[in-house]
């Protein structure tokens, strides 16, 4: 299967997630602090390779992987290298919020299986804390029947794009990296897409 081809069935299911997540997020009433960001600073986030194909495809068609890749060879951060921090500037946004992963797009608005087969809402302290009534009827209607989006669904639909790059979880600048390595060797000794083409 083509790089564009993974590309695009990898944005299909984004934009359905975008639209069950919008859904959820109206009925639960949950809703991330503006420029909050918080979750994107754990050192520990981890991501699968194919989530990022789309911001790799991206930043190759506009000439920006091979020097995307030596910065991330360069950073010592673990945070993830597309977040920006809070600045007078920048108030702690994804930098490139289109592209971001699977995992960014799940947490705060999707579910876990506990070992029980229970769905558990995951999402952060500040929402559970600063959002306490919503998050506990949202738990409770989650018991009783209300649709949420669920991780493994969603990495299992990855996997069956490309079971090696949806299986395969690195720390998240690692995911990144390799996302970039795929679609750069994938087109090291085939006829090249236009570069500056926009990624839509």
């Known amino acids: 299967m083509s790089i564009e081809r993974k590309v695009q069935l990898v944005e299909n299911l984004f934009s359905k997630l975008e639209q069950e997540a919008a859904q959820f997020e109206q009925a639960s009433g949950l809703s991330c602090a503006a420029g909050c960001g918080k979750c994107c600073t754990y050192p ?10 789309p911001w790799a495809f991206h930043l190759f068609l506009n000439g920006e992987a091979e020097k995307t890749i030596i910065k991330l060879n360069n950073t010592q951060n673990s945070t ?19 592209y971001r992963g699977l995992i960014c797009r799940l947490f705060g608005f999707a579910a876990n299986t506990d070992k029980y087969g229970t769905l558990r809402l995951a999402t952060c302290k500040i929402i559970k804390d600063g959002q306490a ?13 209300l649709y949420v989006p669920v991780f493994t669904d969603y990495y299992m639909q990855l996997n069956q794009i490309d079971f090696k790059l949806g299986h395969t ?10 996302a970039l390595e795929e679609v750069l060797h994938y087109y090291a000794y085939r006829p090249s897409v236009h570069l500056g083409k926009a990624c839509g």
């Open 44 to 53: 520990d986030v981890e991501a699968s390779p194919i989530e990022f194909l």
């Open 80 to 98: 993830c290298f597309i977040y920006k921090p809070l600045s007078l500037i920048n108030h702690g946004r994804c930098s490139n919020y289109k």
């Open 133 to 145: 009534d919503s998050y506990n009827s949202t738990s409770e209607a989650i018991a009783k029947g």
């Open 169 to 178: 979880i690195l720390p998240i600048n690692k995911a990144l990296k390799k």
